[in-house]
């Protein structure tokens, strides 16, 4: 199970702002449909799919993790975006080789995840210095870099907090990052224990100072 995201941060991380979600893109198959269209991203030949607006052959490349749980999730997108005529294939690739493609950029659209606690985690996406390391997309802006920079250097929490959150709206704008989910994390704790906590980024088990109520 999971939730559905609409912007970078996921509400485990501070800086997360709910009262964006209603100003991002949500799933509109028909306004994707519009857009294509606009756009000249039509079915030129009549096979039910989508071509390039001078009427080539049109393929997107979508890299995946081959382990079943990736290739199960690849395969509902690839559906979806079938579904509205764009031709999608895809790519399995070992989780490692996949994120090491994406260092090269040689790549299209991947699938990936992560868990962080604190949204300086947005500079590590998107840092132009890191392009061919942690920014996979290969995405910055002068507009976006400066915003980071402020966010990263701002001790005063009311103001880092309005930035970050001018750092979520412009990515939901320009889109270099597609947002799909927050998953559920299932953890299973005998009830005699006491004083456990879960890890707000990656939802494993915190038992330092956990102990068992001994009668």
């Not at 559905?4 to 306004?31: F, K, R």
């Not at 799919?49 to 995946?64: A, N, Q, Y």
């Not at 920014?135 to 802006?141: F, H, L, M, P």
């Amino acid at each position: 199970q999971a939730v559905p995201l609409y912007q970078p941060l996921p509400p485990t991380i501070w800086g997360h702002n709910p009262d964006i979600d209603a100003g991002a893109p949500h799933y509109d198959p028909e306004a994707a449909i519009a857009i294509l269209d606009e756009l000249g991203y039509v079915d030129a030949d009549g096979d039910g799919v989508r071509d390039l607006p001078d009427g080539s052959p049109w393929v997107v490349p979508f890299t995946v993790g081959q382990e079943d749980e990736w290739r199960r999730q690849g395969e509902v997108l690839a559906a979806q975006w079938s579904d509205i005529g764009i031709p999608v294939e895809i790519e399995l690739m070992e989780f490692g080789s996949m994120l090491e493609l994406t260092t090269t950029g040689n790549h299209d659209v991947f699938l990936s995840l992560y868990g962080y606690s604190d949204p300086l985690i947005l500079t590590y996406f998107f840092d132009p210095d890191r392009k061919g390391g942690s920014n996979r997309a290969w995405y910055s802006t002068d507009e976006l870099t400066e915003l980071l920079l402020a966010a990263d250097s701002d001790m005063n929490q009311e103001t880092r907090y309005q930035t970050i959150t001018e750092i979520s709206e412009y990515l939901i704008e320009e889109s270099p990052w597609v947002f799909l989910l927050v998953p559920n994390t299932l953890s299973g704790v005998r009830s005699e224990l006491e004083n456990w906590r879960i890890h707000p980024a990656d939802g494993s088990l915190l038992y330092w100072n956990s102990y068992f109520e001994v009668e």
